[in-house]
T-cell receptor, first 117, second 111 residues
Framework: DTAVSQTPKYLVTQMGNDKSIKCEQN?????MYWYKQDSKKFLKIMFS???????INETVPNRFSPKSPDKAHLNLHINSLELGDSAVYFC????????????????FGSGTRLTVV | QKEVEQDPGPLSVPEGAIVSLNCTYS??????FMWYRQYSRKGPELLMY????GNKEDGRFTAQVDKSSKYISLFIRDSQPSDSATYLC???????????FGAGTILRVKS
């Protein structure tokens, strides 16, 4: 029973196309995130939603638009894809407002490997 | 200068060795410190979590945080080939805040 699941796992598409990645978590967490991992394995946050409300929006081109229909789902839509968007995109979830000392770790999905050609 | 610095390696050790992985950081406000392990083509999985300074042990893994030096470490005892992965340190200002990751250290344990 997968805790954080992303679809699709692989996505190969042409420059200029629009694509979406979906994420669902069944952990009962109230906060979800999108991270981008580049070719050098560096993980950088893009967005965070808490109970469907956007709380973190890093400097990301506005071609990227997240949507959270409910606290268990977070999708990422990308318009006008560019070569530089090729990366692995990870969804993660955690419980906001955990008390200090309580495990505050993210649970990550297995990633969506996006290749723009 | 990056907020979190981590030597990317690769670090190659023989089976049974003690491995030391380290990160330094610049923001003294970080309170939560984590280590993640990432196997090839998989998502990161949480290995160790510490709050504030001190040591924490879990089986063969020990996490150390020295806030005065802004330095965190992960020690792996009796390393196994199955420990071969990328190890990422991560830290946060507080719960609900974003995690800031190091670049990851590639570890190879040779049998």
């Amino acid at each position: 029973d997968t805790a954080v699941s992303q679809t699709p796992k692989y996505l190969v598409t042409q420059m200029g196309n629009d694509k979406s990645i979906k994420c669902e978590q069944n952990l009962g967490h109230d906060t979800m995130y999108w991270y981008k991992q580049d070719s050098k394995k560096f993980l950088k946050i893009m967005f965070s939603y808490n109970n469907k409300e956007l709380i973190i929006n890093e400097t990301v081109p506005n071609r990227f638009s997240p949507k959270s229909p409910d606290k268990a789902h977070l999708n990422l839509h990308i318009n006008s894809l560019e070569l530089g968007d090729s990366a692995v995109y990870f969804c993660a979830s955690s419980q906001f407002g955990s008390r200090p000392g309580v495990n505050y770790g993210y649970t990550f999905g297995s990633g969506t490997r996006l290749t723009v050609v | 200068q990056k907020e979190v610095e981590q030597d990317p390696g690769p670090l190659s050790v023989p089976e049974g060795a003690i491995v030391s992985l380290n990160c330094t950081y610049s923001n003294s406000a970080f309170q939560y410190f984590m280590w993640y392990r990432q196997y090839s083509r998989k998502g990161p999985e949480l290995l160790m979590y510490t709050y504030s300074s001190g040591n924490k042990e879990d089986g063969r893994f020990t996490a150390q945080v020295d806030k005065s030096s802004k330095y965190i470490s992960l020690f792996i005892r009796d390393s196994q080939p199955s420990d071969s992965a990328t190890y990422l340190c991560a830290m946060s200002l507080g719960y609900g805040n974003k995690l800031v990751f190091g670049a990851g250290t590639i570890l190879r344990v040779k049998s």
